[in-house]
């Protein structure tokens, strides 16, 4: 597998878990309730870091045990199969609490697997 391959499902969860941020950035939990857009667009940028986390490598998962892989894939579930009982005090917390760190993690795990491919022998 490529390096690109083995990165590219982090890479998708870091870049929509970014964009979750910025689109929450300057807005309050109550923006939830009266804009129903920004609603959805955090409901589905969160559903994509769920299904990105799902396909990444079980191997590299055991690399990096600092993210939470079952709560954000759990988490995609709900929303998918939840969809008429989202908790949006829960999403705003995920959101304005859970993610900057998981960002901070998911830049550190893709440097450590360019680096762990860059160090495989063949």
Not at 12 to 35: P, V
Not at 58 to 79: A, F, G, K, T, Y
Not at 103 to 116: H, V
């Amino acid at each position: 597998m490529s390096k690109r391959d083995r990165t590219l499902a982090l890479r998708h969860m870091l870049d929509h878990a970014k964009e979750a941020i910025s689109f929450a950035q300057g807005r309050t939990r109550a923006d939830l309730d009266s804009n129903r857009l920004l609603n959805l667009a955090l409901v589905r940028l969160l559903e994509i870091v769920g299904e990105a986390a799902g396909r990444v490598p079980q191997d590299v998962c055991v690399n990096h045990p600092e993210i939470p892989w079952p709560q954000i894939v759990s988490l995609r579930n709900r929303l998918i199969h939840g969809y008429d009982s989202v908790d949006l005090d829960i999403l705003w917390q995920i959101i304005t609490v859970d993610l900057p760190p998981l960002i901070a993690y998911l830049e550190n795990a893709i440097t450590n697997e360019e680096s762990r491919q860059l160090d495989a022998p063949g």
